[in-house]
């Protein structure tokens, strides 16, 4: 069975842009949820997403939204880059909305300049 | 909101050696408990879990412990190998499926 994928691996963006990233999860898995890690913070939860529904929200501005697809495949978007925003983004998928076990994909490298 | 504090941030011992990491949480709601290893550059990895129903579990080399009454939780890892070097992660969610995570532990075992 495939991991979890996420694309593009790197990323590299100038202040006031915006960014999508994608994220497909393992096969029959339905909640997909996002994570920013950064040296100073460590990893955080952004949101989860279930039946393309978003069922949980971390502690973000407004900027950092996301979709689910009906295939399961998620995106996160990031609008008006800050320099703050560089960081490893990190994707998880899961069989459902609290059913704990999460498999994270390798992560998107987004260097904002 | 739930706050998991992790210790040590650092902790280095001899191959062979065992390695304890500590957590603790404030939500007494959580009741899943999963770790978590990161090597450099690479995805984290689930290694072991537990939940609130379960006192210990073991897996090999790894075990978890968990005291609900104290609210906190600790991966043992026994006769490390190099290749166990890595961030080690720990995690609470509960009440509001909102994971937690603590800020990590680098483990660095010498040969």
């Known amino acids: 069975k495939a991991g979890v994928t996420q694309t593009p691996r790197y990323l590299i963006k100038t202040r006031g842009q915006q960014v999508t990233l994608s994220c497909s999860p393992i096969?029959?898995?339905?909640?997909v949820s996002w994570y920013q890690q950064t040296p100073g913070q460590g990893l955080q939860f952004l949101f989860e997403?279930?039946?393309?529904?978003?069922?949980n929200k971390g502690n973000f501005p407004g900027r950092f939204s996301g979709r689910q697809f009906s295939n399961s495949r998620s995106e996160m978007n990031v609008s008006t880059l800050e320099l703050g925003d560089s960081a490893l983004y990190l994707c998880?998928?899961?069989?459902?909305?609290?059913?704990?076990?999460?498999?994270f994909g390798p992560g998107t490298r987004l260097t904002v300049t | 909101g739930e706050n998991v504090e992790q210790h040590p941030s650092t902790l280095s011992v001899q191959e062979g050696d065992s390695a304890v990491i500590k957590c603790t949480y404030s939500?007494?709601?959580?009741?899943?408990f999963p770790w978590y290893k990161q090597e450099l550059g690479k995805r984290p990895q689930l290694i072991i879990d537990?939940?609130?129903?379960?006192g210990e579990k073991k897996d090999q080399r790894i075990a978890v412990t968990l005291n609900k009454t104290a609210k906190h939780f600790s991966l043992h890892i026994t006769e490390t190998q190099p290749e166990d070097s890595a961030v080690y992660f720990c995690?609470?969610?509960?009440?509001?499926?909102?994971?937690?995570f603590g800020r990590g532990t680098s483990l660095i075992v010498h040969p």
């Open positions: 998880a998928s899961s069989l459902g909305v609290g059913l704990g076990e999460q498999y």
């Open positions: 995690a609470a969610s509960g009440g509001s499926y909102i994971p937690t």
């Open positions: 537990i939940r609130s129903n379960v």
């Open positions: 997403y279930f039946s393309e529904t978003q069922r």
């Open positions: 096969s029959g898995h339905r909640s």
């Open positions: 939500d007494s709601a959580s009741n899943y």
